[in-house]
């Protein structure tokens, strides 16, 4: 998922840039929100002059689904995680989220199984199983 060439590299941009989105679409961008996507960003090997470039436009590293589900579950739980980061949950970040994970190609309302869940456990500690059994319920 996160290699070395152009393509890849672009991809992962794209990704950061959707968590910018999530960050920013409630009006305020709280720090540990940019601290939260810092982390992430440089967990999938972006580089400080990668983030700025994201930050000045977003807009133009569109997220295209990447084919492994995988893959797609990974950037729905950096959106969720990003979604919770500061300890609040708007609207406008739930309807963000179960667009992009509709785009992702996640069911409804496995998205919102996992939105309510995280809402249950804000500002307190997830339990390791909580996300993975709601998805269990969604596998063939």
Partial sequence: MFGDNK?????????????MKMATVDGQV?????????NVARQIGL???????????????????????QERMTI???LLFTMTV?????EAEEKLCYQVGLRLGFN?????????????FLN????????LNEIKKYMN
């Fill in 76 to 78: 729905l739980y950096y």
């Fill in 124 to 131: 307190k500690k997830l339990p390791k199983e909580a996300l």
């Fill in 47 to 69: 580089t400080e002059e990668d983030i700025n470039a994201i930050n000045a436009n977003p807009e133009q590293y569109p997220v295209s689904p990447p084919p492994p589900e």
């Fill in 7 to 19: 393509e890849e590299k672009e991809h992962r941009k794209a990704i950061v840039a959707l968590l």
């Fill in 86 to 90: 500061d300890g609040k949950v708007h």
């Fill in 108 to 120: 409804e309302y496995m998205t919102r199984d996992l939105i309510n869940v995280l809402k249950k």
């Fill in 30 to 38: 709280e720090v540990i929100e940019q601290q939260f996507i810092g």
